[in-house]
């Protein structure tokens, strides 16, 4: 029979986490180890319920990949992310993105995956108008890991920046500036929104971080 490592590996995690202070009842599964499909190779995909757990979580995670308990990925595991993900962003990109981020890491050889369970209000409805590309500095990213993430920007027309791919989750902070191509659609109140990814891939948009 076939040995799945990641229940095992799972449990190890949230004692991990639980030890570094992360209650038991924030923490969820997605993906195949939910639904119990057998997945040796497979990731985990542990959710995290409410913005401050989250936040909490990714620190306990750096604490626990500098006490030795977990570990960053490889340059390897890095590239096999960015080939899976079938990005616009170059593999240099995506890594230095992805990596500060702290939502991936491995347990054992397994990779992890974080990501953060918020009830949203769905955005209002937009009407397409065109493709555009701008430079913005982000005014507000409270909502910017969850989906659809969305971030504040101060700009002379685009008042907000949406999401609905996870790649560009978290892909910026307050205070930064960001380079954005995507289309840009006006809402029902007459604001302008740009919107990144209209599928997964997300082959002509981008989202990042300007030096």
Do not use: N
Request: with cysteine; charged share 25%.
């Amino acid at each position: 029979a076939i040995v799945d490592p990641r229940p095992a590996r799972l449990a190890r995690l949230v004692e991990i986490l639980q030890r570094r202070g992360i209650p038991l009842d924030v923490l969820g599964i997605t993906g195949s180890l939910l639904i119990g499909a057998v997945s040796p190779a497979g990731d985990i995909d542990l959710t995290i319920r409410g913005t401050a757990a989250f936040d909490a979580t990714r620190r306990a995670v750096h604490e626990a990949i500098a006490a030795g308990e977990l570990q960053s990925l490889s340059h390897a595991d890095w590239r096999t992310a960015w080939e899976r993900r079938g990005s616009s962003l170059t593999f240099d990109e995506y890594r230095r993105h992805q990596e500060r981020k702290g939502t991936q890491w491995l347990i054992d050889g397994t990779k992890v995956d974080l990501s953060l369970a918020l009830p949203t209000e769905l955005p209002t409805a937009g009407r397409k108008i065109g493709r555009r590309t701008i430079r913005a500095r982000i005014l507000d990213d409270r909502h910017a890991f969850a989906l659809p993430a969305r971030w504040q920007v101060e700009h002379a027309e685009i008042t907000e920046i949406m999401t609905w791919t996870a790649t560009f989750t978290g892909q910026v902070r307050c205070g930064e500036t960001c380079l954005a191509i995507g289309t840009v659609e006006r809402t029902t109140d007459g604001s302008l929104r740009l919107l990144i990814g209209a599928d997964r891939e997300a082959a002509d948009d981008r989202l990042v971080l300007v030096d």
